[in-house]
């Protein structure tokens, strides 16, 4: 079974695989919009725009606040928090591989020399 917090990275993974999404994403980390304003830079209708919304609302990434007939989206960080921690520890695992290589390259270079 998988467990809640792999099931969470996926669908946040999931959600950035989009370049839209990302884009979007990128537009509600400056401030938050309205759907009207993450549709505009799109040459996609407000239905599909909604679509994508509603992957980032499942992921957890997007906080959508209603006022009377507007839609107000807002970016929550826990989940990009979330999945940073995930990213940041792979980042270790191959900083340490890559500087055991370059170790490994100087000793055989030395002995080149």
Wanted: hydrophobic share 40%.
């Amino acid at each position: 079974m998988i467990n809640q917090n792999e099931e969470s990275l996926n669908e946040i993974f999931h959600a950035l695989a989009n370049d839209t999404r990302r884009d979007m994403v990128r537009m509600m980390a400056m401030e938050e919009r309205t759907v009207s304003e993450l549709a505009e830079p799109f040459d996609m209708s407000l239905a599909a725009i909604s679509k994508h919304l509603k992957v980032l609302e499942r992921a957890n990434l997007v906080e959508r606040v209603i006022n009377g007939r507007t839609h107000i989206c807002r970016l929550k960080t826990e989940s990009l928090s979330q999945a940073t921690e995930w990213l940041n520890f792979y980042e270790k695992f191959w900083s340490k591989r890559f500087d055991l290589l370059e170790s490994e390259l100087m000793k055989a270079k030395r002995k080149e020399h």
